[in-house]
């Protein structure tokens, strides 16, 4: 395993700060100190400082939600299989943290503001491309184009909404009930 540079450092602690405090809550030295480096190189990687480094934790985020499901899909017998393993793991995560670590997606979108014209279009191009995929999926299981598309913009706003819902409840209840709903279409004819 080789170590990380600096730059995914700094990543990787606006990636944990968006999950647990979010983007306002996220303060410059708290994440120079967990990614264990100066002042002067955050802004030799990211030189739009805060909101540059949350749009690529953003499109590192989904890097890595994407590959995620890649290999879901490619490893789980049938798209149902692969979507409530993608959530599940979704649920661990959250259950592992105490359900203090949320998506840094959601996170971002909620306290975005219309100033913040760089974050959201990365958020849109991180949701779209995660739709992408999971209508991908569903289209190579044997669903229409509009149904696949239909379900996978359903799932990803599930996962999300299921989510924040886990997260304020202490309870991962809303989201496997949400899940358990929204799996059963697959279940009908594509």
């Known amino acids: ?3 990380p540079t600096t730059r995914e450092r700094l990543v990787a602690a606006m990636i944990h700060t968006l999950q647990h405090t979010g983007l306002h809550g996220a303060g410059l030295s708290d994440i120079l100190a967990q990614a264990q480096a100066p ?9 739009g400082g805060k ?3 949350a749009v690529a934790a953003i499109e590192s985020t989904v ?11 490619l490893s789980e017998p049938d798209a149902r299989t692969a979507m409530k393993a993608w959530i599940g793991r979704a649920l661990r995560g959250l259950d592992g943290s105490g359900f203090e670590r949320g998506c840094p997606l959601a996170a971002v979108a909620l306290e975005s503001t219309a ?4 974050l959201r279009q990365a958020l849109a191009d991180g949701f779209a491309a995660i739709r992408a995929r999971i209508a991908a999926a569903l289209m190579a299981a044997g669903h229409g184009e509009a149904r696949a598309q239909g379900i996978a913009a359903l ?5 999300e909404g299921g989510l924040l819902q886990a997260r304020v409840a ?3 209840t809303p989201m496997l009930q949400a899940t358990e709903t929204l799996l059963s279409l697959l279940d009908a004819q594509p």
Do not use: Q
């Not at 939600?65 to 899909?73: Q, R, S, V």
């Open 1 to 3: 395993m080789t170590t």
């Open 39 to 47: 002042k002067g190189v955050l802004y030799h990687h990211f030189p």
């Open 51 to 53: 909101n540059e480094l």
């Open 63 to 73: 890097s890595y939600m994407c590959a995620t499901l890649d290999k879901l899909m």
């Open 115 to 118: 100033a913040d014209v760089a």
């Open 155 to 159: 799932m990803v706003a599930a996962y």
């Open 170 to 172: 202490h309870d991962a």
